[in-house]
Nanobody, 116 residues
């Protein structure tokens, strides 16, 4: 599976941004889909994931970020609301076959900068 992330950019604090991740090579229907991020000088961290109708969140994004899937287009999205400067990072999309496997495919990353 190849993943292509898009939608990053510069947004003011309190604003919103929607990231997309398009998959190719095979369908990701039924797979676990997720987003990670890496801020400058920090390790990559888990943000959010979705599988079988269930969503897992990092505490830092609960109530602000949501994940959605578009199976018809083999795509999934990250809706980010009430953005904070600490959300600034490179965001990566990823997929894995199920909860017992590793994250096997990663997108190239898209920069999100939250600043006034």
């Amino acid at each position: 599976v190849q993943l292509q992330a898009s939608g990053g950019g510069l947004v003011q604090p309190g604003g919103s941004l929607r990231l997309s991740c398009a998959a190719s090579g095979r369908t990701i229907r039924g797979w676990v889909v997720g987003w990670f991020r890496q801020a400058p000088g920090k390790e990559r961290e888990f943000v959010i994931s979705s599988w079988s109708g269930r969503t897992s969140y990092a505490d830092s994004v609960k109530g602000r970020f949501t994940i959605s899937r578009d199976n018809a287009n083999n795509t999934f999205h990250l809706q980010m609301n009430t953005l904070k400067p600490e959300d600034t990072a490179v965001y990566y999309c990823a997929v894995r076959y199920n909860l017992r496997t590793e994250w096997s495919s990663w997108g190239q990353g898209t920069q999100v900068t939250v600043s006034s």
